[in-house]
């Protein structure tokens, strides 16, 4: 079964500075597709970015960005210049085509002003 | 996301009741899902339908039914709730058609409490 696994519980970061939540998963297909969600206390899932497995590519998304290490199975979710805004709940995910999507735990990022 | 809607928002009710959770959407996506969120575990899927004829049990689907009315609307059952059943309920869409990742579009939770 395909796991995933957020090795930090919680994190925090001053504001403007720069944090990187880690991610790792566990599978044995080539094809997939990786997500970093936010929950922040509204507890809405909102979608930060995500990364097909086929692209080299990292994907960015403003001051969003990913460090996808596909042979080490790892998705890091970089955030620059935090926001007091960034603080909430970060969930790492993995989908196979046509089947269910899996969660990691959840990292807590707390921002400081 | 506005998109996605879901009643109630909260709901607290005893051991042994039937409940019934609503989601709606009109994104127009064909695909639906339903998770429970507890702390510490991140979501776990219960059920999903890839289209109105078509439902899926999920990693937690024992002591849940859901149905599929229609496109938009997917219902999420259980028949005699009991306390380990409180959690975070979230539905979710997605776009097969359209959008090859099938991202999930997640509605606002439902809280459920079972006394």
């Known amino acids: 079964a395909q796991t995933v696994t957020q090795s930090q519980p919680e994190m925090s970061v001053q504001e403007a500075e720069t944090v990187t939540l880690s991610c790792t998963y566990d599978?044995?297909?080539?094809?997939?597709?990786l997500f970093w969600y936010k929950q922040p206390p509204s507890r809405q899932m909102i979608l930060v970015i995500r990364?097909?497995?086929?692209?080299?590519q990292n994907a960015t998304e403003n001051r969003f960005s990913v460090n996808f290490q596909k042979a080490a199975k790892s998705f890091s979710l970089k955030i620059s210049d935090s926001q007091l805004g960034d603080a909430a709940m970060y969930f790492c995910?993995?989908?196979?085509?046509?089947?269910?999507?899996?969660f990691g735990a959840g990292t807590r990022l707390t921002v400081k002003p | 996301d506005a998109d996605v809607t879901q009643t109630p928002r909260n709901r607290i009710t005893k051991t042994g009741k039937r409940i019934m959770l609503e989601c709606s959407q009109t994104?127009?996506?064909?695909?639906m899902y339903w998770y429970r969120q507890d702390p510490g575990l991140g979501l776990r899927l219960i059920y999903y339908?890839?289209?109105?004829?078509?439902?899926n049990k999920g990693e937690i689907s024992d002591g849940y039914s859901v149905s599929r009315q229609a496109q938009a609307k997917f219902s999420l059952s259980l028949e005699s709730a009991i306390p380990n059943q409180t959690a975070l309920y979230f539905c979710?869409?997605?776009?097969?058609?359209?959008?090859?990742?099938?991202?999930?579009?997640f509605g606002p939770g439902t809280r459920l409490t079972v006394l």
């Open positions: 979710a869409t997605s776009d097969f058609n359209r959008d090859p990742t099938d991202t999930q579009y």
């Open positions: 599978t044995s297909e080539s094809d997939y597709y």
């Open positions: 990364q097909e497995a086929y692209k080299q």
């Open positions: 995910a993995y989908r196979v085509p046509n089947n269910d999507m899996r």
């Open positions: 994104k127009g996506h064909d695909r």
């Open positions: 339908s890839f289209d109105v004829k078509d439902i």
